[in-house]
Protein backbone atom coordinates (compact mmCIF):
# COMPACT_ATOMS: atom_id res chain seq x y z
CA UNK A 1 0.00 0.00 0.00
CA UNK A 2 3.31 2.39 0.26
CA UNK A 3 2.75 5.97 -1.09
CA UNK A 4 -0.64 5.82 -1.42
CA UNK A 5 -3.42 6.79 1.53
CA UNK A 6 -6.89 6.23 1.49
CA UNK A 7 -9.47 7.37 4.57
CA UNK A 8 -11.34 6.78 6.15
CA UNK A 9 -11.11 2.96 6.81
CA UNK A 10 -14.91 2.69 7.29
CA UNK A 11 -17.45 4.82 6.32
CA UNK A 12 -20.72 5.11 6.76
CA UNK A 13 -23.58 6.96 4.90
CA UNK A 14 -27.14 7.70 5.61
CA UNK A 15 -30.26 7.79 2.83
CA UNK A 16 -29.60 10.99 0.62
CA UNK A 17 -26.30 11.72 1.92
CA UNK A 18 -23.47 12.28 -0.28
CA UNK A 19 -19.80 11.53 1.23
CA UNK A 20 -16.19 12.24 0.34
CA UNK A 21 -13.52 9.57 -0.03
CA UNK A 22 -10.01 10.90 0.63
CA UNK A 23 -7.26 9.54 -1.65
CA UNK A 24 -3.95 10.76 -1.36
CA UNK A 25 -0.56 9.98 -2.84
CA UNK A 26 3.20 10.75 -2.47
CA UNK A 27 4.75 9.16 -5.40
CA UNK A 28 4.58 12.04 -7.94
CA UNK A 29 2.36 9.77 -10.18
CA UNK A 30 0.51 11.71 -13.10
CA UNK A 31 -2.73 9.58 -13.18
CA UNK A 32 -4.70 8.42 -10.70
CA UNK A 33 -8.02 5.93 -10.48
CA UNK A 34 -10.88 5.04 -8.17
CA UNK A 35 -12.50 1.53 -8.44
CA UNK A 36 -15.68 -0.34 -6.63
CA UNK A 37 -14.88 -3.83 -5.72
CA UNK A 38 -18.19 -5.70 -4.89
CA UNK A 39 -17.59 -9.00 -2.88
CA UNK A 40 -16.07 -11.75 -4.69
CA UNK A 41 -16.19 -9.80 -7.20
CA UNK A 42 -13.47 -7.85 -9.33
CA UNK A 43 -12.53 -4.35 -9.88
CA UNK A 44 -15.14 -1.58 -12.02
CA UNK A 45 -13.01 1.12 -12.83
CA UNK A 46 -15.34 4.23 -11.44
CA UNK A 47 -13.56 7.39 -12.40
CA UNK A 48 -9.15 8.06 -13.72
CA UNK A 49 -7.19 11.10 -13.94
CA UNK A 50 -4.33 11.06 -16.31
CA UNK A 51 -3.94 14.88 -15.04
CA UNK A 52 -4.49 17.95 -12.73
CA UNK A 53 -7.85 19.22 -13.24
CA UNK A 54 -8.50 16.58 -16.38
CA UNK A 55 -10.73 13.32 -15.63
CA UNK A 56 -12.23 10.82 -17.38
CA UNK A 57 -15.65 8.47 -16.46
CA UNK A 58 -15.01 5.05 -16.26
CA UNK A 59 -17.83 2.00 -16.67
CA UNK A 60 -20.09 2.82 -13.38
CA UNK A 61 -19.63 6.55 -13.22
CA UNK A 62 -23.09 6.99 -12.57
CA UNK A 63 -23.74 8.32 -9.01
CA UNK A 64 -20.05 9.39 -8.31
CA UNK A 65 -18.33 12.61 -8.49
CA UNK A 66 -14.30 13.28 -8.34
CA UNK A 67 -12.24 16.61 -9.07
CA UNK A 68 -8.48 16.53 -9.25
CA UNK A 69 -7.25 20.36 -8.21
CA UNK A 70 -3.75 19.04 -7.06
CA UNK A 71 -1.57 16.04 -8.14
CA UNK A 72 -1.45 14.54 -5.36
CA UNK A 73 -5.18 14.18 -4.27
CA UNK A 74 -8.23 12.63 -6.10
CA UNK A 75 -11.48 12.35 -4.18
CA UNK A 76 -13.99 10.25 -4.75
CA UNK A 77 -17.77 11.55 -3.64
CA UNK A 78 -20.92 9.34 -3.94
CA UNK A 79 -24.04 11.47 -4.31
CA UNK A 80 -27.07 10.35 -2.90
CA UNK A 81 -27.96 9.14 -6.81
CA UNK A 82 -25.93 5.90 -5.91
CA UNK A 83 -28.77 3.51 -4.73
CA UNK A 84 -26.29 0.65 -3.98
CA UNK A 85 -23.09 2.28 -2.47
CA UNK A 86 -21.92 -0.72 -0.23
CA UNK A 87 -19.01 -1.57 -1.53
CA UNK A 88 -15.04 -1.24 -0.82
CA UNK A 89 -13.61 1.35 -2.84
CA UNK A 90 -10.19 1.27 -3.66
CA UNK A 91 -8.03 4.02 -4.89
CA UNK A 92 -4.19 3.68 -7.30
CA UNK A 93 -1.72 5.53 -9.21
CA UNK A 94 0.36 4.67 -11.89
CA UNK A 95 3.01 6.91 -13.57
CA UNK A 96 2.52 7.82 -17.05
CA UNK A 97 5.47 6.97 -18.77
CA UNK A 98 6.22 8.54 -22.31
CA UNK A 99 5.64 7.05 -24.99
CA UNK A 100 3.54 4.59 -23.43
CA UNK A 101 0.34 4.78 -21.13
CA UNK A 102 1.11 3.64 -17.64
CA UNK A 103 2.09 -0.02 -16.62
CA UNK A 104 1.68 -0.77 -12.96
CA UNK A 105 -0.92 0.75 -10.53
CA UNK A 106 -0.12 1.26 -6.63
CA UNK A 107 -3.24 0.67 -4.42
CA UNK A 108 -4.03 2.06 -1.67
CA UNK A 109 -5.43 0.09 1.74
CA UNK A 110 -9.51 0.37 0.39
CA UNK A 111 -11.97 2.36 2.45
CA UNK A 112 -15.44 0.28 2.75
CA UNK A 113 -18.71 1.91 2.66
CA UNK A 114 -21.42 0.72 4.23
CA UNK A 115 -25.26 2.46 4.11
CA UNK A 116 -27.30 2.72 7.24
CA UNK B 1 -17.24 -5.68 -19.46
CA UNK B 2 -14.76 -7.91 -17.82
CA UNK B 3 -11.65 -8.18 -20.00
CA UNK B 4 -9.85 -10.90 -18.17
CA UNK B 5 -11.68 -13.72 -16.24
CA UNK B 6 -9.83 -16.13 -14.25
CA UNK B 7 -10.18 -19.77 -13.66
CA UNK B 8 -10.59 -21.65 -11.03
CA UNK B 9 -12.44 -19.45 -8.65
CA UNK B 10 -11.52 -20.76 -6.17
CA UNK B 11 -8.04 -22.92 -5.19
CA UNK B 12 -7.26 -25.10 -2.05
CA UNK B 13 -4.16 -27.00 -1.75
CA UNK B 14 -1.76 -27.98 1.19
CA UNK B 15 1.88 -25.89 1.51
CA UNK B 16 4.47 -26.69 -0.41
CA UNK B 17 2.29 -27.99 -3.21
CA UNK B 18 2.20 -25.62 -6.47
CA UNK B 19 -0.32 -23.45 -7.86
CA UNK B 20 -1.63 -22.23 -11.18
CA UNK B 21 -4.25 -19.79 -12.18
CA UNK B 22 -5.51 -19.01 -15.36
CA UNK B 23 -7.10 -15.92 -17.08
CA UNK B 24 -8.87 -15.32 -20.57
CA UNK B 25 -9.51 -12.36 -22.11
CA UNK B 26 -11.06 -11.12 -25.15
CA UNK B 27 -9.75 -8.71 -27.29
CA UNK B 28 -5.90 -7.95 -28.35
CA UNK B 29 -3.56 -6.81 -25.51
CA UNK B 30 -0.82 -5.08 -25.05
CA UNK B 31 -0.05 -6.47 -21.15
CA UNK B 32 -1.29 -8.67 -19.14
CA UNK B 33 -0.40 -7.80 -15.29
CA UNK B 34 -1.18 -10.02 -11.96
CA UNK B 35 -1.62 -8.19 -8.51
CA UNK B 36 -2.45 -10.11 -5.12
CA UNK B 37 -5.21 -8.97 -2.36
CA UNK B 38 -5.23 -9.79 0.83
CA UNK B 39 -8.02 -10.00 2.43
CA UNK B 40 -9.35 -6.43 3.17
CA UNK B 41 -6.54 -4.71 1.62
CA UNK B 42 -5.48 -2.86 -1.28
CA UNK B 43 -4.45 -4.62 -4.55
CA UNK B 44 -0.22 -5.22 -4.88
CA UNK B 45 1.30 -5.86 -8.35
CA UNK B 46 2.95 -9.05 -8.80
CA UNK B 47 4.46 -8.87 -12.38
CA UNK B 48 3.96 -7.86 -16.12
CA UNK B 49 4.07 -9.39 -19.36
CA UNK B 50 4.14 -7.73 -22.51
CA UNK B 51 1.93 -9.34 -25.16
CA UNK B 52 5.93 -9.92 -27.32
CA UNK B 53 6.43 -11.99 -24.51
CA UNK B 54 5.63 -15.78 -23.58
CA UNK B 55 6.73 -16.30 -20.09
CA UNK B 56 8.56 -14.61 -17.33
CA UNK B 57 9.31 -15.58 -13.33
CA UNK B 58 9.63 -13.65 -10.42
CA UNK B 59 11.02 -15.44 -7.65
CA UNK B 60 8.49 -18.65 -6.85
CA UNK B 61 6.45 -16.62 -9.46
CA UNK B 62 5.95 -17.66 -13.09
CA UNK B 63 3.70 -16.53 -15.42
CA UNK B 64 3.04 -17.68 -19.35
CA UNK B 65 1.31 -16.28 -22.26
CA UNK B 66 -0.46 -17.48 -25.28
CA UNK B 67 -1.62 -14.43 -27.40
CA UNK B 68 -3.12 -17.29 -29.69
CA UNK B 69 -5.20 -18.72 -27.33
CA UNK B 70 -5.47 -15.31 -25.37
CA UNK B 71 -4.95 -16.80 -22.30
CA UNK B 72 -2.08 -16.57 -19.43
CA UNK B 73 -1.46 -18.42 -16.73
CA UNK B 74 0.06 -17.68 -13.01
CA UNK B 75 2.17 -20.47 -11.26
CA UNK B 76 2.97 -20.12 -8.15
CA UNK B 77 5.63 -22.78 -6.66
CA UNK B 78 6.15 -24.27 -3.53
CA UNK B 79 3.61 -22.43 -2.07
CA UNK B 80 2.78 -21.19 1.88
CA UNK B 81 0.50 -20.35 3.98
CA UNK B 82 1.09 -16.68 3.61
CA UNK B 83 0.32 -16.86 -0.39
CA UNK B 84 -3.14 -17.23 0.86
CA UNK B 85 -5.50 -14.30 -0.95
CA UNK B 86 -7.23 -13.29 -3.75
CA UNK B 87 -5.54 -13.42 -7.26
CA UNK B 88 -6.62 -10.84 -10.17
CA UNK B 89 -5.00 -10.30 -13.73
CA UNK B 90 -5.28 -6.97 -15.47
CA UNK B 91 -5.36 -6.24 -19.09
CA UNK B 92 -4.25 -2.98 -21.03
CA UNK B 93 -5.59 -2.95 -24.50
CA UNK B 94 -4.60 -1.24 -27.55
CA UNK B 95 -4.37 3.19 -26.69
CA UNK B 96 -6.64 1.87 -23.71
CA UNK B 97 -5.96 4.35 -20.82
CA UNK B 98 -7.46 2.17 -17.93
CA UNK B 99 -6.62 -1.96 -17.34
CA UNK B 100 -9.39 -4.28 -16.99
CA UNK B 101 -9.53 -6.34 -14.12
CA UNK B 102 -11.04 -10.04 -14.17
CA UNK B 103 -13.36 -11.58 -11.41
CA UNK B 104 -10.08 -13.43 -9.47
CA UNK B 105 -9.02 -16.43 -8.03
CA UNK B 106 -9.16 -17.02 -3.94
CA UNK B 107 -6.56 -19.45 -3.43
CA UNK B 108 -5.90 -21.12 0.04
CA UNK B 109 -3.18 -22.58 1.13
CA UNK B 110 -3.09 -24.98 3.94
CA UNK B 111 -0.72 -25.46 6.80
Known amino acids: DGGITQSPKYLFRKEGQNVTLSCEQN?????MYWYRQDPGQGLRLIYY???????QKGDIAEGYSVSREKKESFPLTVTSAQKNPTAFYLC???????????????FGPGTRLLVL | SQQGEEDPQALSIQEGENATMNCSYK?????LQWYRQNSGRGLVHLIL?????REKHSGRLRVTLDTSKKSSSLLITASRAADTASYFC???????????FGSGTQLTVLP
Open chain 1, 92 to 106: ASSPVTSGDYQETQY
Open chain 2, 49 to 53: IRSNE
Open chain 2, 90 to 100: ACRSGSARQLT
Open chain 2, 27 to 31: TSINN
Open chain 1, 27 to 31: LNHDA
Open chain 1, 49 to 55: SQIVNDF
